[in-house]
C-alpha cells in the first residue's frame, strides 16, 4: 500500500534520488549483499607512533607492572585439578595454592564476613605438622590427654597407609566450607571417621 | 557499560589479577549487583575462588558492597565498577606523572599503591624504603622520614586521599549503611565519595623511625639485626591502623587536564612565534603558555572540579605570580592576555575590567576544542585531507545541503557525494530531514547534512575501546604463538645468570649462548618488539581516550 501511490516505478525509495544528487538514469551505486571483510584494504596508512624518552619510559612502566602483578599473590591462580590416584609424594608436595587459603591478609573489618576465608600461613614445616597438633590438642581441656594422645597416634598409624594428610585437609576443606555456609558453630559429626574428627574439632576450635 | 567497555575490562582483569577473577569481574559488570550466593551459580565457579576474587577486586576498589535491595536482613550486594577497571589503562602514565612531580620516592609509593590497591601509610613507607635502598650502592640507606615527608607532601596536593571508612554491614535501623556513625544524617543516594569525609586528607601522626633495609640475595635473609628482630619490627603496630591509603584519580585526572590545555596553547601560540621571532632565548617563546600554566596553577584550590571555567583571576595577580625568570614587562603581558583572548580556540576569556582585566580560562570550552580537533584528525587519517575539510565544514555550519557542501568545500560534485556517503556509512555524518509540506513528500523536502559532535565523540571513544581491546588480544595471541619459544630463552637467561654468579669459562657461557640459534634469536627480537610497540600503541590510545571521556563527562555536566 505505501509504495502504489508514487514510486510505481522500479525503485520506490523513501527519499528523492534528485536530492541525494543522483542525476536522473544514473545508477544506484550496487548494494552490498555480505558483510563487509574482516580486514579490508587501508587506503590511507595510521600515523606512526609517537617515539620518545616519555613514551618509552611509560611502555617500560606498563610491562614491570604487568609483571610486578603476577608474582603478587592478588594474581589468582586456581588450584590445579586433583588427579585421581593418590601419590605418595603428594604428601610432600602440596605447596601448590590451594583454593580455601588466601596467600595475604586483608583486612577483614573493611569486608563483609561472609567472605572470610582462611589466610595462609607462611611456610610450615609439613613434617612437624602432626606434632603441632598434638601439642594443641592436648592443651584442650574437653578429652583426657592421655586419650587424645593414644587416638593420635592411633590415627596417625592408619593415615600412613590412607593418605593420611590428605584425607585431612580434604576433612578440613569440607568442614571450613560447612562452617562457613551454615551458621557458626555448628558441629557436624561423620560416624565412620569419629577418630579423625575429634582431633579436627580440636584443631578448628583452637583455630577459631 | 556497553560490550566494548566490558570486553576491555576483561582482558585487563585477566592480564592483571588472573582468569578467575577476569571471570568473576566480567559477570558482575554485566549482571550488575549480585549477592554471593547468586555469582556462585550463575558463574559456576567454587565458592572458594569466589570469595579470593571478591577481596582481590575490593582491595583494588573494583567492587563494593552494599547492603541487599530487599532490606536490612537480605544479603550483601556486590557490584563492579567499570570505570575503575578501565582505569588499570592509565596506571603507566600516573606512576610517571609522580614522577615528574615528586621524583623516584614519589613514583615508588604511587607504584605500590597501585599495585596493592590500599595500604596503611607505615607499610607503604617500609616498602618504599626498602625498595630504594635496594636500587641504591651498597653501604647506603633511605631513612623513613624521607619518604615520609613525599608521602605528606601528596597527601597535601591531594593527589593521595584517605579510603573512606567502612560500616558493619548491619545497618542501624533507620538510616542507610554507607553513611557511618550519625544516625541523623540524610539518608545519601549513593556511595559517599572518600571526600565527604573531613579527615581525607589529613596525615596521621606516626612514629617511623628507621632506615630501610637491604634484602640479601641467598637463602637466609640475614639482616644487620638479626632475624628475630626482623620479626618484632613487622608486627610492631605504628599507630595508624585502619588508616587506608588511595590514590586519588580525580586529582590525577585534573592534572592532565590542565597538562593538556597548557601544551595545546603551546603547541597552538608559541611556535607561531617562534617562527616569526628573533629573541635568543628559547623561554621567550614559551610564554603563552607559562601564563596559562600560571593562571591553572592559581586556580588549582580555588576552582572546584566540575567547574566550566576557573575563578576569575586579575591581571595583577597573574604577573605578580609569572614564574621568577620570566621577567616580561605589564604591557607584554596584556598584550599576550589579549591575544589569548582573542584566539579563536578561546582557552582564556575576559569577564571584565577590574584589577587590569579579569580573566578566565574556559575549561569547558577548551576541552570541547581539543575534542573536536581530535575527531577531525581522525577524520583526516582515515579518509583523507578532502573529507576532512567537508567534516570541518559541516562542523562550523552544521547544516548544509548536499550543493551546499560542494560549494562550500570547493570539491567537484561526484567526489563531494562520494565522500559525504562513505562518511555517513561511518557514523561520523547524519541526514537531517526538514519536511517542507505535511505529507514529507521527498521532492518536498531538505535533505541536511550535519556532524552532532558529542555523539561523535561517544562514538569515537567506543572505537578507541575496541582498539585497545583488540591490541591487548593480539599481545596475548603473539605471546601465546611463540611461548615454547619465550620459554626457552627464560630458562637459558636463567642458566646464564646462574654460571655467571658460580663463575664459569667464557666458553661454557659461549656455549649455553648457542644453545638459541640465529634466526630463533631473531625470531625473539621482532617479537620483543611487535609486544614493545603494542603496548607503546595502548598507552596512547588512553590519551585519546582520556580527552574524549573529559569532554563527554564535562559536557555532561554542563547539560545537567
Known sequence: MAGRGRGRGRSNLTFSIEAMGFAKGEGLPPSILQPTPLFPPME???????????????????????????????????????????????????GE??????????????????????????????????????????????????EDVLLKLEALEKGEKAGSSEDEDEDETKKKQKEEEGTEGEEEYEEEELEEVTCMQMYHITQG | MTAQEARLCGLLLREHFGEVVEKIGTHLLRSGAQNLRTI?????????????????LMKHGACRFSIGRKGPGSPVEYQASCERILGILRYPRYIYTAKTLYSDTGELIIEELLQRG??????????????????????RSIEYN???????????????????????????????????GAPAAPVSTGPPTP??????????????????????????????????????????????EGI??????????????????????????????????????????????????????????????????????????????????????????DQYLTLLVDDPMEFVGKTGDSGGGMYVVNLHKALTNLARATLESVVQEKFGSRSARIFRLLLRKRHLEQKQVEDFAMIPAKEAKDMLYTLMSENLVLLQELPKTPDHAPSRTFYLYTVNQLATARMLLQHCYKAVANLIDRRLFQ??????????????????????????????????????????????????HHINKLDSAENQVDETIFLLKSYVASTARITR
Open chain 1, 44 to 94: 590511507h596508512k595510521p600515523v606512526p607512533l609517537a617515539t620518545g624518552e616519555e613514551a618509552e619510559y611509560m611502555q617500560a612502566l606498563k610491562q614491570e607492572f604487568r609483571g610486578a602483578m603476577k608474582t603478587l599473590p592478588f594474581y589468582i591462580r586456581p588450584a590445579a585439578p586433583k588427579t585421581d590416584v593418590e601419590r605418595y609424594s603428594d604428601k610432600y608436595h602440596s
Open chain 1, 97 to 146: 595454592p590451594a583454593d580455601n587459603v588466601i596467600d595475604w591478609k586483608p583486612d577483614w573489618s573493611r569486608l563483609p564476613k561472609e567472605l572470610r576465608i582462611r589466610v595462609r600461613k607462611p611456610v610450615e614445616n609439613r613434617v612437624s605438622l602432626p606434632v603441632d597438633r598434638m601439642d594443641r590438642s592436648s592443651a584442650n581441656h574437653n578429652l583426657s590427654k592421655k
Open chain 2, 40 to 56: 556462585v551459580n550463575e558463574s559456576g565457579t567454587p565458592i572458594d575462588l569466589v570469595k579470593k576474587s571478591l577481596c582481590v
Open chain 2, 118 to 139: 590500599h595500604m596503611t601509610m607505615s607499610s607503604i613507607v617500609k616498602m618504599v624504603a626498602d625498595r630504594l635502598t635496594h636500587n641504591m650502592e651498597e653501604g
Open chain 2, 146 to 180: 624521607e619518604v615520609v615527608s613525599t608521602f605528606s607532601k601528596l597527601v597535601e596536593t591531594h593527589f593521595l586521599q584517605r579510603c573512606p571508612p567502612v560500616s558493619e554491614v548491619v545497618p542501624p535501623v533507620s538510616t542507610a549503611p554507607t553513611v557511618p
Open chain 2, 195 to 240: 571526600e565527604s569525609f573531613s579527615d581525607c586528607y589529613l596525615v596521621p601522626s606516626v612514629s617511623l623511625a628507621g632506615r630501610g633495609k637491604r634484602r640479601r640475595s641467598g637463602e637466609d635473609v640475614v639482616l644487620d639485626q638479626g632475624t628475630t628482630k626482623k620479626a618484632k619490627t613487622d608486627l610492631q603496630t605504628h599507630g595508624d
Open chain 2, 244 to 333: 587506608y591509603w588511595q590514590v586519588n584519580f580525580e586529582r590525577f585526572h585534573l592534572h592532565f587536564r590542565d597538562q593538556t590545555i597548557i601544551s595545546a596553547v603551546a603547541s597552538k601560540l608559541d611556535q607561531a612565534w617562534e617562527s616569526l621571532g628573533t629573541s635568543r632565548f628559547d623561554s621567550d617563546y614559551e610564554t603563552s603558555s607559562e601564563i596559562v600554566r600560571t593562571m591553572l596553577r592559581m586556580s588549582e584550590v580555588t576552582t572546584t572540579p566540575s567547574a566550566s571555567c576557573t575563578q576569575a583571576l586579575s591581571a595583577n595577580e597573574v604577573f605578580r605570580s609569572l614564574p621568577a625568570n620570566y621577567s616580561i614587562s605589564r604591557p607584554i603581558l
Open chain 2, 479 to 528: 605471546t601465546k604463538e611463540s611461548k615454547r619459544l619465550l620459554e626457552k630463552s627464560q630458562r637459558i637467561e636463567a642458566i646464564m645468570a646462574s654460571l655467571q654468579a658460580s663463575g664459569a669459562e667464557p666458553e661454557q657461557l659461549t656455549e649455553v649462548e648457542e644453545m638459541i640459534s640465529a634466526p630463533e634469536k631473531q625470531q625473539l627480537e621482532s617479537l620483543r
